[in-house]
């Protein structure tokens, strides 16, 4: 399913062309979560795993004689104890996950019995592996770019069916493809421009720098494309932060507890009841949602109290959208009667299923019932559109991430300087050098030339086995 980068990244960010990653240590780990289950795997990458199996593992044949990828039983053992009975399997380098040499061991689910596999891999000649450590080997080796190792974490951690298909689209190279095909349109304008340099100013043919200028300019919206993505990377990686404020007893638990469809928060008559930020994931059409539920806000002298209060208030601070419910059966209250609605905000008028009390009457306010069930499709349908979701929606699904923002923001930057060099009819020299800084910044969203604590930070995110 990898789709091979060109040679490894790290051949290309080595000049003395350095051998790639550390074939020599063999990695160990156990790569599924920690706890009790079925199975657990643990995994073996680098030059000497075949060798390590082969010391550890009993069974008909060794594993150095097994064809790759083939399942095979056998035990585990440690001397001559048996740790565990186990299926084990060889991936010959460079057919595996890391392209070295892999062995996968799926041993009894157990949290002990796991932990003497991985010591028995250890003791045998492995060392653990730092978290991310497997897929960093596989980059490293060219198996993937940089955007799609990042997309095996975006993977793991989608919590909608919309934002697992674009990190799917993304490890199948669906961004790489995009920053690779504006890397070639930079290279090809670079050549044009360096073949221009070579000849005195006067040989130049009149158009020659309208040419130029019109390809950078195409190179130039190529990348706004993919800046215009981000938004929809945010959301899909980090949800929407939708706060639910209002004063005591307005109902925010229960308009929580509905969106969620299970009772999560307490509810009561007795104001007060919520003291701490409760926050829980809804997905809205594919769109992730972090709902929080917050404090009431009331004049209050109790400590805890202002405690919650001043978390609601913190918050809001970060939201990007709130729900402001109000009791529409009751008269506003003094706190919220000289406020302006943010724009990021919508009045929610709750207990419509009680007579309306005179001061919310003639509000143009959405009416919700938590306790009826009524107007809730319509709140939701209202939070879509605030946050933009047809954007969202649509059929594209490529969605790049903070660092790929900010290196095409510095690639984006680079092209305009150099069109402003070229419109001002300054030496094409100028030009060159911004396109080649240009072209660094591109090439650095899938991984060439990035540097080590770049790459450490990335793939430090990952859990250790992956
Ligand atoms: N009639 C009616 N009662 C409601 C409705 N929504 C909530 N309530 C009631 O209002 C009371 C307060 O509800 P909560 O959800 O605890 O209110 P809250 O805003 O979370 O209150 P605090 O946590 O104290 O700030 C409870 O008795 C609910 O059953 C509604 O739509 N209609
Ligand atoms: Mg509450």
Redesign the pocket.
């Known amino acids: 399913m990898h789709r091979r980068a060109e040679g490894s990244a790290r051949e290309s960010l080595t000049p003395e062309n350095q051998p790639v990653a550390s074939s020599g240590e063999t990695i160990a780990a156990i790569s599924t979560p920690a706890g009790e289950g079925a199975i657990a795997l643990i995994r073996l990458s680098g030059s000497h795993a075949i060798a390590i199996a082969n010391r550890i593992f009993r069974g008909k044949l060794q594993p150095s004689q097994f064809p790759s990828h083939g399942q095979h039983l056998g035990q585990v053992l440690d001397g001559e104890r048996v740790v565990d009975q186990v299926v084990l399997s060889v991936h010959r380098a460079p057919h595996s996950y890391t392209a070295e040499d892999l062995v996968e061991i799926s041993c009894h689910g157990g949290v002990l019995v796991t932990a003497q596999v991985l010591a028995t891999c250890l003791a045998a000649g492995a060392r653990s592996a730092r978290a991310g450590e497997f897929t960093e080997r596989a980059f490293l080796h060219g198996k993937l770019d940089l955007t799609q190792a990042e997309a095996v974490i975006d993977l793991i951690r989608a919590q909608t069916d919309l934002a697992l298909r674009s990190a799917t689209e993304q490890l199948q190279g669906r961004l790489g493809d995009s920053i690779t095909a504006i890397r070639d349109a930079l290279v090809g304008l670079l050549a044009h421009l360096e073949a221009a340099l070579d000849f005195p100013e006067e040989d130049i043919a009149p158009d020659e720098g309208q040419k130029l200028r019109a390809r950078l300019e195409s190179v130039g919206e190529m990348i706004r494309v993919l800046l215009a993505t981000e938004q929809r990377g945010r959301i899909l990686r980090e949800g929407i932060r939708v706060v ?1 404020y ?12 509905r969106l969620l469809g299970y009772d999560r ?11 701490d930020t409760i926050e829980e994931v809804i997905n809205l059409r594919g769109i992730p949602i972090r709902l929080l ?6 004049e209050s002298e109790d400590e805890l109290e202002r405690a919650g209060m001043a978390r609601t208030e913190k918050s809001l601070a970060l939201a990007d959208l709130v729900l402001h ?1 109000v ?1 529409s ?1 009751a008269p506003q209250p003094a706190l919220f009667q000289r406020r302006d609605l943010l724009p990021d905000e919508i009045l929610l008028l ?5 007579p309306a009390h005179p001061d919310w009457r003639e509000s143009a306010a959405l009416r ?5 069930e ?1 107007g809730l499709t319509g709140l939701e349908e209202e939070i879509l559109a605030r946050v933009g979701a047809a954007n969202i929606q649509t059929e594209s699904t490529v969605a790049i991430n903070a660092r790929h923002r900010d290196c095409l923001r510095r690639a984006l930057g680079a092209c305009e300087r150099a069109g402003v060099t070229l419109e001002q009819g300054l030496s094409l020299e100028f030009a060159a050098v911004d396109a080649h800084e240009a072209l660094n910044a591109v090439a650095e969203v899938i991984g060439l030339g990035s540097d080590d604590p770049i790459l450490d930070s990335l793939f430090s995110q990952f859990c250790i086995g992956k």
């Open positions: 639910i209002g004063a005591t007893n307005a109902g925010k638990s229960s308009l929580l507890n928060a307490i509810v009561s008559h007795i104001p007060g009841t919520t003291r539920d917050t404090a009431g806000l009331r419910l009791d059966s709750n207990k419509s299923d009680l919700i019932s938590c306790v009826a009524n």
